[in-house]
């Protein structure tokens, strides 16, 4: 495929890709992105890895023990308030939950709690109460042995015991806290939604999805939830809906074996998306149901661990494909920009840069219009006054604050020469021209006031240039 082919191919996506990593484990059961979208973390046969997604460096971890603790088969960050430490926690195959922070002196991420939970069946789904305070973090814990726990990790990192329910017929896959610290389960073999209540871990309410329940995400603030029926699409629940009827079924490629993948919402619940065994990740319409995007993460093969997190206005999407044999794990990432990001207004010293290309541009544009409407509307002695306005001001464009200078004064000298009582045609309109200069100034203040501070040198040239 030539390079123009590739580009054309590249822009006709939403998502744009970001970066690939690897990781030296033969599979990925868990992605979770933290909170402020800076770290990366990866969890399956080979432990958990951590990289710094700006810069695409692998993080310090401490924990070193997968091999007697069990595959990793759940992660996820735990982050109380924007300017608190984010924790990373994660289960493990040997029913091991494990907290990581990292360390504020050597930026490595350590152990701060490690326990062995109930008889040490596989932790299938973790999930944490974002009401909870820094000294008691509410963790909510699903086992391949049909038991929820809600446990507590207070000041002093130990873990305290706040209640543990056995499900009748319920493998939780998915574990989700309601606003009211209720907790959501999603069962695995059976298709059930079950909502527990927060203090005595009674059923408040229960109906089947009527199919297999692959995994399942939760947005709150919308009240609908995702599930990956394991086979030919997602459908979308409503949370309160009293009759468990599907709201929209998103339907994807036919799967040549039935295998759950993860799902989950993006761009603030605008977007479903989810897993494929076909090498893809798909990107759905909500509401419509359109297929926005296909990432593609491989030629072929099952992509069933993903992530998704939203910061400053940015989806970030992370997939995982097994690897062969003994190979190395891919991981991809994905970003696309659902609405403006906020930037600096300070603009760059390089005198190239797009900021300052623009902001010539416009200014080199009201002139050309400015001036293309007087020769137009009053042409008779315009050459004249305008090439020797010209002649005398040209020296003075070097800094943006003299270009806004030398335009406002070749407006006074437009509106006073051609639009004053004298020098007017009989009968000939001037709101036109009024408009275009109060926009004129309009654009010039806001162009200053963007440019920032003048460097000291342009200060100096500026204060000569005044004196002569």
């Known amino acids: 495929m030539s390079v123009f082919a590739q580009w054309i191919k590249k822009s006709t996506h939403r998502y744009q890709p970001l970066t690939r990593l690897t990781a030296p484990s033969r599979s990925v059961h868990a992605l979770a992105i933290s909170n402020d979208g800076q770290v990366l973390a990866c969890g399956g046969t080979g432990g958990v890895k951590l990289w710094d997604i700006n810069s695409w460096t692998e993080l310090a971890c401490s924990s070193h023990h997968h091999e007697s603790r069990g595959t990793v088969s759940c992660a996820g960050w735990v982050s109380t308030r924007p300017t608190a430490a984010e924790t990373l926690c994660y289960g493990t195959g040997l029913g091991y939950v494990i907290f990581l922070r990292q360390s504020l002196i050597d930026k490595c991420f350590q152990e701060i709690c490690t326990r062995r939970l109930g008889s040490g069946f596989k932790i299938t789904c973790i999930s944490w109460d974002s009401t909870s305070s820094d000294v008691n973090m509410r963790i909510a814990v699903g086992m391949r042995d049909k038991i929820v726990q809600v446990l507590i990790l207070n000041a002093n990192s130990q ?167 003994r190979g190395n794990t891919m991981i991809k990432l994905w970003v696309y920009d659902y609405a403006p990001r906020k930037t600096s207004k300070t603009p760059s010293s390089d005198p190239w840069s797009l900021w300052r290309v623009l902001m010539v541009l416009t200014q080199v544009a009201i002139l050309l219009s400015m001036s293309v409407l007087l020769v137009v ?17 040209v020296h003075q464009y070097t800094t943006p604050i003299t270009r806004a200078k030398a335009a406002d004064e070749f407006t006074r000298c437009a509106i006073d020469k051609y639009l004053n009582t004298e020098g007017r045609k009989e009968g000939h309109p001037n709101n036109d021209i009024v408009m275009l200069c109060e926009l004129a100034g309009k654009l010039m203040e806001l162009a200053i006031e963007a440019s920032g501070d003048l460097d000291e040198d342009e200060r100096q040239e500026e204060a000569v240039n005044n004196i002569v």
Request: glycine share 10%; proline share 3%; aromatic share 10%.
């Open 159 to 325: 873990l305290q015991s706040v209640f543990s329910v056995r499900l009748d017929n319920t493998v939780p896959k998915s574990v989700v806290f309601a606003d009211n610290r209720d907790i959501y389960v999603f069962g695995l073999y059976d298709g059930n939604f079950i909502k527990l209540g927060a203090e005595d871990s009674a059923v408040v309410r229960e109906f089947s999805c009527k199919s297999v329940i692959g995994h399942a995400a939760v947005n709150q603030k919308r009240g609908l939830f995702i599930v990956d029926n394991a086979t030919d699409s997602f459908t979308l629940y409503c949370l309160e809906n009293e009759g468990g009827e599907p709201i929209w079924t998103f339907m994807t490629a036919v799967p040549s074996l039935s295998v759950p993948k993860q799902v989950a919402f993006g761009e603030e619940g605008k977007v479903v998306t989810g897993g494929s065994d076909n090498g893809s990740v798909y990107v759905f319409d909500r509401k419509t149901g359109e297929l926005l995007d296909t990432l593609h993460h491989a030629d072929g093969g099952l992509v069933q661990t993903i992530a998704t997190r939203d910061t400053n206005s940015r989806c970030t999407i992370a997939s995982a494909w097994p690897a062969l044999g």
């Open 377 to 393: 509307n009053y042409k008779d002695g315009f050459f004249s006054e305008a090439v020797g306005w010209s002649v005398d001001q």
